[in-house]
């Protein structure tokens, strides 16, 4: 306790006489809080016999990968560290998603009772009456066991299970109910409740048989960071670990930073002064938080970025190459172009022409092109989306895609081999954009950029082409294919 009292006691005085280096909260003066402070106090709770110590670690390095944990014979083991800043009884998990038929949506049923399915999840189709509250539970109901480097590890057992979301939750669990045969997944604009999420398939039948990833697709809280043993991907660890609170800061600071801070800066919601969580811009558009027509608001912005690269394609071919597997695997390239506020692509080696709906803003939001770029949706036709491996499909991903990234307008072809090869280049101000384009905005995904700079992880519905890191992928073997999962400190 000494130790905390004297940091305090410096940054304070340091307050008050003007020192300018603490007037920020870096990096370096939060290792040393954690060093000081909460890892003294951890240990002085554990020698009490009041929750446990998990050993001394910088919350700014990536945590070890949990060693790997008991198996059960047909099971996915994800093996559960929780550094998050909270004891293992405050932490709940929930698990949800679709049997291996890809359409009945279910819950995990865990089992909490010592034997030979402790920790064992099995599913329970949804149905009216139930709610998430019935199958939650904390990380103290799960087998524990020595999860290396000085952590106790819990262990959740997972049968085959498609679209899966395990789901954590601090303090309490989640309410959720069943509408029809759907789970009606929690409000991310109204919860009050600290919860993340993290995506899963276990199917022996698939390609592969185990992807995993973690995502801010929808929303980011909860600092996650996932192994997956002999991934075959292009990496093996996804996810972020710093703080929640220094994350939070930079999202923050970054958004208040930014031309258009009246919009960035809703993304960040919050209870009082207790921030809940950070919105991504396509769920903040459908809460009225974000302009539905961001892209395209000359009278508010005095600029559209839609309209510049309207005009742009106007004088300027877009070169565009994808790679589709409907209605076979082929190669095609495309020559790009508008006329008024339709764009057109032709193919130059065989592939079918694509054209996109007319660019349109709203209300209501989902009318909006704005809103359809942002939340992933396609353009040739947002309400029946085209068949997945189609070309109408991968164009309109790609151009998506260039779009977030920052990469359009470009002379230069869009190929995904060449932007993930310069992933460096990603959320920077365009130099093709007419003025005032280039000191306004930013016309980026600033949401995608932040979080993007902590880790990889999932903050845009195609990011597994931006990012090939953030997507996990193995086959399963048995007693040897586990997921680990690291809670990071949530306070």
């Known amino acids: 306790m000494k130790h905390f009292l004297s940091l305090v006691l410096s940054i304070s005085s340091a307050f008050l006489f003007g020192d300018d280096s603490a007037t920020i909260f870096s990096k370096d003066r939060l290792v040393q809080f954690y060093d000081e402070f909460l890892l003294e106090e951890k240990l002085y709770l554990s020698e009490a016999g009041v929750g446990s110590y998990g050993g001394v670690y910088d919350p700014f390095t990536p945590p070890p990968n949990p060693a790997a944990p008991p198996f059960k014979s047909g099971y996915l083991p994800m093996a559960l560290v ?21 359409a009945t949506q279910a819950w995990g049923q865990v089992d909490t009772s010592p034997g030979s399915n402790f920790g064992v999840a099995s599913l329970v189709v949804a149905a009216t009456g139930q709610n998430a509250t019935q199958f939650s539970c904390t ?5 524990s066991y020595n999860a290396g480097n000085g952590n106790t590890g819990r262990v959740l057992y997972l049968p085959q299970i498609t679209s899966g979301l395990v789901w954590f939750s601090i303090g309490e669990a989640l309410s959720m109910t069943v509408n029809g045969n759907s789970i009606v997944h929690p409000s991310y604009t109204t919860t009050t409740t600290n919860f993340d999420t993290f995506e899963m398939t276990y199917l022996l039948s698939g390609d592969p048989q185990v992807s995993v990833d973690t995502t801010a697709v929808s929303a980011f809280s909860i600092p996650l960071y996932a192994y997956l043993s002999g991934a075959t991907s292009v990496s093996a660890n996804s996810g972020v670990y710093q703080p929640r609170s220094y994350i939070m800061e930079q999202l923050e600071s970054a958004f208040a930073s930014a031309t258009e801070s009246s919009q960035w800066s809703n993304l960040v919601l919050k209870n009082g002064s207790t921030v809940l969580r950070c919105l991504s811009p396509g769920q903040a558009i459908s809460a009225s938080l974000f302009d539905e027509n961001y892209l395209n608001n000359s009278a508010s912005y005095g600029y559209s970025y839609l309209s510049n690269l309207l005009t742009y394609y106007n004088t300027h071919a877009l070169s565009m190459t994808v790679g589709v597997t409907v209605p076979s695997t082929a190669t095609y390239n495309y020559t790009g172009s508008a006329t008024g506020n339709i764009f057109s692509f032709t193919s130059t080696n065989g592939g079918p022409s694509v054209t996109f709906e007319a660019f349109a803003n709203g209300p209501p939001y989902t009318s909006s092109t704005t809103y359809n770029i942002l939340e992933g949706l396609n353009l040739v036709n947002p309400i029946t989306q085209p068949t997945a491996g189609t ?44 003025s005032p384009g280039g000191t306004t905005g930013p016309w980026y995904d600033l949401y995608s950029k932040v979080l993007h700079e902590f880790g990889y992880i999932y903050t845009y519905a195609y990011d597994d082409a931006l990012w090939p890191q953030v997507l996990l992928g193995a086959p399963f073997t048995n007693n040897s294919t586990y997921v680990g999962i690291t809670i990071r400190n949530s306070q």
């Open 82 to 102: 929780n550094q998050s800043g909270y004891p293992d009884s405050q932490v709940y998990v929930l698990v949800t998603g679709d049997l291996t038929d890809g």
């Open 139 to 143: 990380l103290s109901q799960l087998p």
């Open 391 to 434: 070309a109408a499909d991968a164009v309109s991903k790609l151009f998506e895609e260039a779009i977030v990234a920052g990469i359009l307008p470009t002379t230069n072809t869009v190929v995904l081999s060449s932007l993930v090869a310069n992933q460096s280049s990603y959320y920077k101000v365009n130099a093709n954009l007419s």
